[in-house]
């Protein structure tokens, strides 16, 4: 891709951090028997997501603001707003 850039950051052992010029976008992900996420995307928005097991639990965020829930719903992990709508992460 031209004018792609990108800088791959080990953090500790099971530690990741990814920090992507130009696309927006920076991820810290923590992995082992659980998982830890936090991508933070353009204009101030970010996703906080912890799997502990089969239980997903965080938020999407806008600035300080939570503007959405982050939960399993059938097993599935996604995105639950305020009106009901699901958006899976995967």
Do not use: H
């Not at 028997?33 to 936090?38: E, G, L, R």
């Not at 101030?44 to 399993?72: C, E, H, M, P």
């Amino acid at each position: 891709m031209a004018g792609y850039k990108s800088q791959y950051e080990p953090q500790r052992p099971g530690t990741y951090g990814r920090c992507s010029a130009g696309a927006g976008l920076w991820i810290k992900c923590a992995l082992g028997n659980n998982i830890n996420a936090v991508i933070k995307g353009a204009q101030g928005r970010w996703l906080d997501v912890k799997q502990k097991g089969r239980n997903y639990s965080g938020g999407l965020y806008f600035g300080d603001t939570q503007i959405a829930d982050v939960t399993a719903v059938r097993g599935v992990p996604g995105i639950l707003f305020p009106d009901g709508t699901f958006e899976s992460l995967f």
